[in-house]
C-alpha cells in the first residue's frame, strides 16, 4: 500500500490510540467496566485520524477534478448535491441534541456518505485514486462500526435504514459530468465538516460520559496527540 | 404624379386638339417662324408637344411584351396595355410562324405553350372602343425568364446533441419536363437580429418527379445557444432551355430554438472533441454572466440574445482525465460543463496473434498514441474475426499505459487460418489493424514442465515432459540441451508429433556411461515461430557399464632386479565407465602364472618377485559391472649399451623429443620420466606412443621450470622394451639460485690462485654455461665494489666456458694490493648470484729492499759531503751563526728594567729604556646614572644600588701597569682626554654581579662595546659599539661587562665546551685579566634580548627563578 509521510503519521497516530486504548478493551481487561468512556474516546481519535487522512485525500482529489475545483476559494453553490447529508446545523439546535439524536445523526451522515464515497470510487479513472478512495472507505466503515459501538454500549438501537431510500449510486446521463464533479466537491466538503463535527459531537460526549477521576488520564491520553 | 397630371392636362385640352387638326410637322415648321412673343410661343409649344404625345398614344399598342416560365413548358408572357384603355380591352395575339394561331382574351398576359427554338413574331392587337393597335414583337426563348417557384421548407429540425440543422424540402421536380440541375441557396441566420451564419449552395438535379431534399448543417455554436433561422431559394439550371435563368424568391423564414427550462444551462454539455479543434460554448442564462473560464483561462464574452453569451475556443488542448472545465459565473452562482478533448484511437500497432497451447490465440498490439481519453470515453477495441464472424471486445478503463494491450479468442475447431481484424473505437474515430495468421506457424508453446529422465541402459535414458496444449496435429520440435561438464554442452533437436494429452516421451541416446548430465528441454512447432523458455534443468547420472580399455601400465624393475614393480595408471572417466573398485594383475610366463587380485583401486602399483625376467604381465580393471579387457606389458629389458646422456631444454610446458624410426620397434615407444634428483628407481610418469612416431612432446602439469628431469626412451620389442635413449632436461631453464663457493688457493705478490666448487643441480636450475670471474683493485666497504660487476674500466673479466675447469689463476698483479674478486655462474636462463671476496696480494720483497737501500745510500752520502764541509768551513760557521754572547748578569740596566716589572714599589732610577708608570685609577662613579630597573630580575645587586654605591670607592684599586711595548695608536681621541692612558678596572669575583656605572660622556664616546679582551692596548671602555643591541645594554646597565660577547651565553650553558667555541673570535686568552674564566658565575644580564624573553628554558630565568625562591 502507497503510504505516504502524511499517512504514516496518521497511521502511528492510530497505532498509538489503539497501544493506549488497549487496556480498555473489555476482552483484555476485565478488572471492571469502564462504561462507553473509552470508546467514546477511540471514536473520537479515530474521527481525529480521518480528518487528517480526508485532508490529503482531498488535495489529490480535487487535483484529478481539475481547475477551478482545487483552487482554494472556489466555493461553488450547493446545486445538485441536495441529498448529502448537511453537517452545518444551528448552535443552538446542536446544543439541545441528546446523545441519542447526536449519534444516530452521525450514524446516518456517515452511513449515506460512505455509500457516496464508494460511488466516487467507482468512477475515477485511476488506479491511484481508486486506491487512496478504497482505503479511506475501509477507514471511514471503520469510524461507522465505531459509532454503532459507541451507539450500542450506551444502549441506543442502530438507526433502520427505510426501505426505498438507501442512497444508491446512479451512473449514467442523469447528471453532467460538471454537476458530477459539484457534486463530488461536496461530498468531500460535507464529509470533511461531518467530521469536524463529530469530533465536537464525541469531544462533547466524551466529557459528559467521563467520571471526574479518569478525566485526568483522559486529558493527558489527549495531549498525547 | 407628373404622368398623371399630364394625362389630366391633356384630358383638358382635348378640344383645341381637335380644332387645331393638323399634322405635328406643321406646327413645328410654324412655330419655327413665330417667335415674336416668347410666352405664347412657349405656350403653343407646350400645348402642341402634348398633343403630340396624345396623338402618337392613340397610334401605340400593347408594349412591355415580357415572357417568364417556371416550369419550362408554358410561357406566361405579359405585356402593358396601351394607355388609355379601359377594362373593357380585348386582345388578341397571334403568333406567327407557327401554324398561325391566335388568341383572343381580355387580359394582358397569356399562357401559352412554351416555343422551340426560333424567333416568333407576336402580334397583339388590342380592340377597344375607340379603335385598335397593333404591335409586333419578336419573341425568343432567350428573352424568356426562367424563374422557378418559391421554394418551400417543408421541414426544419435540430439535433442538439450535435449542435446539426436538419432542412427538408421538394424540389417540385415533377413540373419540369426534362432533367435539370437545380441550385439551392440555403442561408442561416442567428440570433434575433439575424446575422447572416452561413450560405451555402447545394446542388441536386430535378428527374421528373417530385423529390424530397435534405441538407444538415452543424453549428459551430450549440444551437440551444441562439435561435436560428434558415430560408432556401433556388435556380434551375436547364441545358434545354436557353433563355434567362433566375433565382426563385426566397422561401418564408423557418427557425429553430432552445426553450430554456428554469435552470441556466451551459452548452455543449460533456462533449467530446478532437485536439487542437476550436468549439464554442455558450451559457444561456437570465442572469449577467460576469465572466468565463476555461481550465485557468479567462476567456473574453460573446454577448447573444438576452443574456446569453458565448465563448469561443480555438485550438484547444488535450483535456486531464476529468476533462477540461468550462466555468460561467454569474453573481451568486456558477455554471460548467467538461470538455474532452483528446483523439481519435491511433492505428493498433504490431498487432501479433500467436497461441501458446493452440486452444487460445492471443493477440497482442500497441495502442500508439494516447487518446487523452479515459473512462467511459476510452477506446473500446473489438477483435473480429471474419471467416467465423466471431469477435471479442476489449475496454479499458483506466488511464494507458506503455504496455501492450491482449486480447484473447478462443480457436475454433478445424479453423487455421485466421483473418483478424482489430477495430479501435472511441466518440472521436475509429481505426483498424488486420493481420491473417495460419495460427499453426504460430505456436509459442508454454515451458514444458515435470522434466524426467529414466534410464534405458548406461548410454540412453528416455526423457519425459508434460507440455499443454493441443498439438495433435502438428509435430513438435524440441531441443534437448546436454551438458556434461561445465564446457561441454551438446544441442540435439528431435521431432515428435504432437499429442492431445500433452504428455511427451523421446529416447536420448549415445550418452557416455556413468557420466553426470545436466539436461533441460525446450519447445517448438516444425514450422517455427519461438522457442518456449526452457525447462527446469534435471541432473542425472548414467548408469556404468564394463570399463572400455585396460589401464596404462609400465613396469619397472627394482633396484636389486628380482622384483618387478607394476604401475598402471587410473583410467579416464570415459574409459573407466563406472567406478573402478578394483585391479587384477598377473605376470604369466611359459610356465607359470603369479597373480594379485582385488587390488583396491586408490593403489596403482604392485610389486611382485619373480625368478626370471620374461614374463607377461597383465592389468585388468574392475567396477561393479564387470572387468576390462587386459593391458599387457612384458617385463623385460633388452639392454643397450650404446647410450649417451643427451642435454634437451623444454618450450615453457613441455619437452620435445624426437628419434629417428626404428623398424625393429614393434610395438609402442614409451618414455618415462622423473625428477633426476630422485633417486632410482624413479617414475614420475611414463607416455606411449605409437610405433610409427619418431617424436612427442611431453607435456605434464608437474614439470616445473628450473628443475631438471630425466627422460627415458624405450622402445618396445615382441620380447621387451629397450631404453633407447637417456635425455635430461629442463622444460625451462633459469638462472643458479646460488652463486659458486670459491676460495683462494694461494697469493702472490703478483697472482692469485682461485678455486671453486660446482653448483649442486638443484640449485643451478638449468644446464651450467659457464662462470664469469670478475677481479679488480678494490677494497672492502668501498663503493667501487657496487659497481664491479657493472663493467668498470679498471675491472677484468674472465669468462670460463670450460666445465671442467675449477681453478684459475689471475697473474700480473701488483703487489700488497686489495683485490675483489666475483664470481658467478651462469646457464641459459640467466647469470646467476655473485660471491666476491678480498685478496691482498703479497709484498715484492725485492722492490722492498731496492726501496730501503737507496734512500740510506742516499743520506750517508749526503752527511759525509756535508761533514766534510763543515769541518773545512768550521771557523766562518762559528763567526755567521755563533758568534761569542756576553754575559747579561753584567749589565746594570738589565738588572734595573728586571725589578720594575717585578711590580716593585720600590721604583729606583730608571736608566736604559724609557719606562712610563701609568696610573689605573677608579673613576668616580657618577651620581646620576641611569637606574636600572630590569636589574630587579637579573641580578640581586639591583636590589640594593644604594649599597651598591657605597661599596664602589671600596673596590677602586690602583694598580700601576706598565707594558713592555706599547706600539699601537689609540685610535679613539676620547681615550686621550680620559687621561691618556689605559685603565684596568681589577674587580673581585664578589662584585660581579654590580653593574658599573660609567659616566654619560664615556658611554656616548665608548661606542665600543665589551667584544672580547684586549690585552693591555685598549681598555674595555675603548671599544666601539657595534650593534643595536650592545647599544641597548650600554644604556640599560652601564658598567663593566665581560669582554665576550653576552649575547652569544644566552641560550647555551655558560660551561659548555661550546659556548666558548662559538665566540672564537672574541675569546680572550688566558690573561689574569680575563674574564673568560669565570664567566659561568656571570649571569647573562640582557634580559630585554627577544632570546632571553623567548619563553625558552634559558639558563637566565632558571637562575632568576631560583633567587625569587
Given at each position: 500500500m502507497d503510504l505516504r509521510a502524511g499517512d504514516s503519521w496518521g497511521m502511528l497516530a492510530c497505532l498509538c490510540t489503539v497501544l493506549w486504548h488497549l487496556p480498555a478493551v473489555p476482552a483484555l481487561n476485565r478488572t471492571g467496566d469502564l462504561g462507553p468512556g473509552p470508546s467514546i474516546q477511540k471514536t473520537y481519535d479515530l474521527t481525529r485520524y480521518l480528518e487528517h487522512q480526508l485532508r490529503s485525500l482531498a488535495g489529490t482529489y480535487l487535483n484529478y477534478l481539475g481547475p477551478p475545483f482545487n483552487e482554494p476559494d472556489f466555493n461553488p453553490p450547493r446545486l445538485g448535491a441536495e441529498t448529502l447529508p448537511r453537517a452545518t446545523v444551528d448552535l443552538e439546535v446542536w446544543r439541545s441534541l441528546n446523545d441519542k439524536l447526536r449519534l444516530t445523526q452521525n450514524y446516518e451522515a456517515y452511513s449515506h456518505l460512505l455509500c457516496y464515497l464508494r460511488g466516487l470510487n467507482r468512477q475515477a479513472a485511476t488506479a491511484e485514486l481508486r486506491r487512496s478512495l478504497a482505503h479511506f472507505c475501509t477507514s471511514l466503515q471503520g469510524l461507522l462500526g465505531s459509532i454503532a459501538g459507541v451507539m450500542a454500549a450506551l444502549g441506543y438501537p442502530l438507526p433502520q435504514p427505510l426501505p426505498g431510500t438507501e442512497p444508491t449510486w446512479t451512473p449514467g446521463p442523469a447528471h453532467s459530468d460538471f454537476l458530477q464533479k459539484m457534486d463530488d466537491f461536496w461530498l468531500l466538503k460535507e464529509l470533511q465538516t461531518w467530521l469536524w463535527r463529530s469530533a465536537k459531537d464525541f469531544n462533547r460526549l466524551k466529557k459528559k460520559m467521563q467520571p471526574p477521576a479518569a478525566a485526568v488520564t483522559l486529558h493527558l491520553g489527549a495531549h498525547g496527540f | 404624379m407628373l404622368y398623371r397630371s399630364l394625362t389630366d392636362c391633356i384630358a383638358q385640352t382635348m378640344d383645341i386638339y381637335l380644332c387645331l387638326k393638323r399634322p405635328s410637322w406643321m406646327v413645328a415648321s410654324k412655330r419655327m417662324r413665330t417667335a415674336s412673343n416668347f410666352q405664347w410661343l412657349l405656350s403653343i409649344f407646350i400645348l402642341l408637344y402634348l398633343m403630340n404625345q396624345v396623338n402618337s398614344q392613340k397610334k401605340e399598342g400593347p408594349h412591355d411584351l415580357k415572357c417568364v416560365t417556371n416550369n419550362l413548358q408554358v410561357w406566361d408572357c405579359s405585356w402593358k396595355a396601351p394607355s388609355g384603355t379601359s377594362r373593357g380591352t380585348n386582345y388578341e395575339v397571334c403568333i406567327e410562324n407557327r401554324s398561325h394561331s391566335c388568341y383572343r382574351l381580355e387580359k394582358t398576359n397569356i399562357k401559352i405553350p412554351a416555343l422551340s427554338h426560333g424567333d416568333y413574331e407576336i402580334i397583339i392587337n388590342s380592340l377597344h372602343d375607340f379603335g385598335s393597335s397593333t404591335s409586333k414583337f419578336t419573341l425568343n426563348e432567350k428573352n424568356v425568364s426562367l424563374i422557378p417557384d418559391t421554394p418551400e421548407i417543408l421541414n426544419l429540425s435540430a439535433d442538439f446533441s450535435t449542435s446539426t440543422l436538419y432542412l427538408k424540402w421538394n424540389d417540385r421536380g415533377s413540373v419540369f419536363p426534362h432533367h435539370s440541375n437545380v441550385i439551392w441557396e440555403i442561408k442561416v441566420l442567428r440570433k434575433g437580429s439575424m446575422e447572416l451564419v452561413k450560405l451555402v449552395t447545394h446542388n441536386t438535379t430535378l428527374n421528373g418527379k417530385d423529390t424530397l431534399h435534405h441538407w444538415s448543417w452543424a453549428s459551430d455554436m450549440p444551437l440551444e445557444c441562439a435561435i436560428h433561422f434558415v430560408e432556401i431559394r433556388c435556380r434551375i439550371d436547364s441545358l434545354h432551355f436557353s433563355g434567362r435563368k433566375e433565382w426563385s424568391d426566397w422561401s418564408p423564414v423557418k427557425n429553430i430554438s432552445w426553450t430554456p427550462d428554469s435552470q441556466t444551462k451551459v452548452f455543449p454539455q460533456d462533449k467530446v472533441i478532437l485536439v487542437g479543434s476550436d468549439i464554442t460554448f455558450c451559457c444561456v442564462s437570465q442572469e449577467k454572466v460576469l465572466s468565463a473560464l476555461i481550465g485557468h483561462t479567462n476567456c473574453p464574452l460573446i454577448h447573444l440574445d438576452g443574456e446569453s453569451v458565448a465563448i469561443k475556443i480555438h485550438n484547444i488542448s488535450v483535456s486531464a482525465s476529468s476533462g477540461t472545465n468550462v466555468v460561467f459565473t454569474t453573481e451568486d452562482n456558477i455554471f460548467g460543463t467538461v470538455v474532452f478533448a483528446g483523439y481519435p484511437p491511433d492505428t493498433p500497432q504490431q498487432l501479433d496473434c500467436e497461441t501458446h497451447d493452440l486452444k487460445e490465440i492471443i493477440c497482442s498490439w500497441n495502442p500508439g498514441r494516447s487518446t487523452g481519453l479515459v473512462g467511459p470515453r476510452a477506446t473500446i477495441y473489438t477483435l473480429y474475426e471474419s471467416f467465423s464472424g466471431k469477435y471479442v471486445r476489449y475496454k479499458r478503463d483506466e488511464a494507458p499505459t506503455n504496455e501492450s494491450y491482449q486480447l484473447f479468442f478462443q480457436m475454433l475447431p478445424n479453423q487455421q487460418i485466421y483473418n483478424f481484424t482489430l477495430n479501435a473505437h472511441n466518440p472521436l474515430g475509429q481505426s483498424e489493424s488486420t493481420i491473417l495468421v495460419n495460427i499453426t506457424e504460430k505456436v509459442y508453446p508454454h515451458t514444458p514442465t515435470s522434466f524426467k529422465v529414466k534410464d534405458i541402459n548406461s548410454t540412453a535414458v528416455t526423457l519425459s515432459w508434460h507440455l499443454p496444449g493441443n498439438f495433435a496435429k502438428i509435430n513438435l520440435l524440441c531441443q534437448i540441451e546436454i551438458k556434461k561438464s561445465k564446457s561441454v554442452q551438446e544441442q540435439r533437436n528431435v521431432t515428435i508429433k504432437g499429442v492431445e494429452n500433452s504428455s511427451y516421451l523421446v529416447a536420448l541416446d549415445k550418452l557416455n556411461p556413468y557420466t553426470l548430465y545436466t539436461l533441460r528441454i525446450r519447445c517448438s512447432t516444425e514450422a517455427f515461430w519461438k522457442w518456449s523458455k526452457w525447462s527446469n534443468k534435471k541432473q542425472h547420472l548414467t548408469t556404468e557399464a564394463i570399463p572400455s580399455k585396460g589401464p596404462d601400465t609400465w613396469r619397472e624393475w627394482s633396484s636389486d632386479g628380482k622384483n618387478l614393480i607394476i604401475y598402471w595408471k587410473p583410467l579416464p572417466i570415459n574409459e573407466a565407465n563406472g567406478k573402478i573398485l578394483s585391479y587384477n594383475v598377473s605376470c604369466s610366463s611359459d610356465e607359470e602364472t603369479q597373480s594379485l587380485s582385488e587390488i583396491p583401486d586408490p593403489q596403482h602399483k604392485a610389486e611382485i618377485r619373480l625368478d626370471k625376467n620374461d614374463y607377461i604381465i597383465s592389468v585388468v580393471a574392475k567396477n561393479s559391472v564387470g572387468s576390462s579387457p587386459p593391458s599387457k606389458i612384458a617385463s623385460m629389458e633388452i639392454p643397450n649399451d650404446d647410450l649417451e646422456i643427451e642435454q634437451v631444454v623444454g618450450m615453457g610446458k613441455g619437452i620435445l623429443l624426437t628419434w629417428h624410426y626404428d623398424p625393429n620397434m614393434t610395438c609402442d615407444y614409451v618414455i618415462k620420466w622423473c625428477n633426476s634428483s630422485r633417486l632410482e628407481p624413479c617414475l614420475m610418469d611414463w607416455r606411449k606412443v605409437p610405433s610409427n612416431s619418431t617424436e612427442t612432446v611431453i607435456e605434464s602439469d608437474q614439470f616445473r621450470p628450473g628443475v631438471r628431469y630425466n627422460f627415458f626412451l624405450y622402445g618396445c620389442r615382441n620380447q621387451g622394451y629397450q631404453l633407447l635413449r637417456t635425455i635430461i632436461g629442463y622444460v625451462e631453464e633459469l638462472a643458479p639460485i646460488v652463486a659458486p663457493n670459491f676460495t683462494v688457493e694461494d697469493t702472490s705478490a703478483d697472482s692469485i690462485l682461485v678455486k671453486w666448487e660446482d653448483i649442486p643441480v638443484e640449485e643451478l636450475r638449468g644446464f651450467l654455461r659457464g662462470y664469469l670471474f670478475y677481479f679488480g683493485k678494490g677494497e672492502r666497504d668501498t663503493s667501487k665494489m657496487r659497481v664491479l660487476v657493472s663493467g668498470h674500466s679498471d675491472i677484468k673479466v674472465k669468462n670460463i666456458t670450460?666445465?671442467?675447469?675449477k681453478t684459475l689463476r689471475i697473474a700480473d698483479l701488483q703487489g700488497k694490493t686489495s683485490y675483489h674478486l666475483v664470481l658467478r655462474a651462469y646457464t641459459d636462463g640467466g647469470m646467476g648470484p655473485e660471491k666476491s671476496m678480498y685478496v691482498v696480494t703479497k709484498e715484492n720483497s725485492v722492490g722492498l729492499i731496492i726501496a730501503i737501500l737507496i734512500p740510506v745510500a742516499v743520506a750517508v752520502i749526503v752527511g759525509v759531503v756535508t761533514s766534510i764541509l763543515c769541518y773545512r768551513k768550521r771557523e766562518w760557521i762559528k763567526e755567521t751563526f755563533y758568534p761569542d754572547i756576553p754575559n747579561p748578569e753584567n749589565c746594570k740596566a738589565l738588572q734595573f728594567q728586571k725589578s720594575v716589572c717585578e711590580g716593585s714599589n720600590a721604583l729606583k732610577t730608571l736608566e736604559m729604556n724609557p719606562c712610563t708608570p701609568n696610573n689605573v685609577e677608579v673613576l668616580e662613579t657618577r651620581s646620576a646614572f641611569p637606574k636600572i630597573e630590569d636589574t630587579e630580575i637579573i641580578s640581586p645587586v639591583a636590589e640594593r644600588p644604594e649599597d651598591r654605591s657605597d661599596a664602589e670607592p671600596e673596590n677602586h684599586v690602583v694598580v700601576s701597569y706598565c707594558p713592555p711595548i706599547i706600539e699601537e695608536e689609540i685610535p679613539n681621541p676620547a681615550a686621550d682626554e680620559a687621561g691618556g692612558a689605559a685603565q684596568v678596572i681589577y674587580i673581585d669575583v664578589q662584585s660581579m654581579y654590580q653593574p658599573q656605572a660609567k659616566p654619560e660622556e664615556e658611554q656616548e664616546n665608548n661606542p665600543v662595546g665589551g667584544a672580547g679582551y684586549k690585552p693591555q692596548m685598549h681598555l674595555p671602555i675603548n671599544s666601539t659599539v657595534e650593534d643595536i643591541a650592545a647599544e641597548e645594554d650600554l644604556d640599560k646597565t652601564v658598567g663593566y661587562r665581560p669582554q665576550a660577547n653576552v649575547n652569544t651565553w644566552n641560550l647555551v650553558s655558560p660551561d659548555s665546551p661550546r659556548s666558548i667555541d662559538s665566540n672564537s673570535e672574541i675569546v680572550s686568552f688566558g690573561s689574569p685579566c680575563s674574564i673568560n674564566s669565570r664567566q659561568f658565575l656571570i649571569p647573562p644580564k640582557d634580559e630585554d634580548s627577544p632570546k632571553s624573553n623567548g619563553g625558552g628554558w634559558s639558563f637566565t630565568n632558571f637562575f632568576q627563578n631560583k633567587s625569587n625562591d
Open positions: - | 670450460d666445465m671442467s675447469q
